[in-house]
């Protein structure tokens, strides 16, 4: 058996409506997986069973859960929400929801299986606020994370990008738990990708801005461009992986931490053009 075929394999799958989750799902599909889908919206893809579910819900997610029976293999977590929508939403969605989710699911993923997320560059300053982060990780439910959610609306800001770095830093702390029954954990950041999601970031922050986030690339990533490395990370190819983030962003970060790219002075730049 080839370590990168999911032939069977019994795997799930959140937000595969559009997006990155949707040409994820068609992909896990065309490698062999047995895949069940789970999404707030239909997906047009083809899998052997679909279910409703509502991430920024624990009643909807517990309903979801029961809705599939047996153990699987692997769980791939592409589900996500936009600043556009309400701060406490986009939590609820990107982390507190995707955290629940998860936990639901691990004593139900056989032992050499795996999780892998989306999250995002967005996050890429989660060590600025590691202390902070660290105690929102410890709140033991969904309930206690919405309060400290709630509790913080300054460093919360618009939900995206603290979020993002939430789910990055859980995704770290987790590789050293769930390794422990035998599951990998890892997640992919991808810097600005063609999706529908992208109509929104433009809304809030223009293309432009987007742009200095395509420094050193130059173009917006295709959807199977991060659907790719995100099934590596869930693959058998990856069986050494976990905890880890990975940058999925045409060189950005690595072009920033080498001081290649100021971030600053760019954004600077839009704004005066502006
Ligand atoms: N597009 C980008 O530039 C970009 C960059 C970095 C990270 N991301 C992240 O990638 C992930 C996928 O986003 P995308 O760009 O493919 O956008 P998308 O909007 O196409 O996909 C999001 C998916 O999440 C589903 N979803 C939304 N709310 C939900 C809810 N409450 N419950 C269940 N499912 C829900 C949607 O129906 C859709 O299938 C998200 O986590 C997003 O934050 C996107």
Known sequence: MSVWSFAGKRVVIAGCATGMGEATARELVRLGAELHGFDI???AVEMASFHP???SSPDSIATAVASLGGEIDALFNCAGLPQTFPAEAVMKVNFIGLRH??????PRIRKGGSVSSITSTAGFAWSQHLPEIMELLATPDFASAEAWVAAHPDLVGDGY???KEVATVWTMMMGARTIKQGVRINCICPGPTQTPMMNDFEEVAGATMIDVFTLPIERRSTPAEQAYPLIFLGSDAA???NGHALNVDGGF?????TGQIDVAAEVGKVLASN
Do not use: H, K, M, N
């Open 53 to 55: 579910i509502d991430l």
């Open 161 to 163: 990008g603290f979020s």
């Open 41 to 43: 919206r239909p997906s």
């Open 253 to 257: 970060v690595g072009a920033v931490a």
């Open 239 to 241: 069986s050494y992986i």
């Open 101 to 106: 989710w998860t936990e639901q699911w691990l």
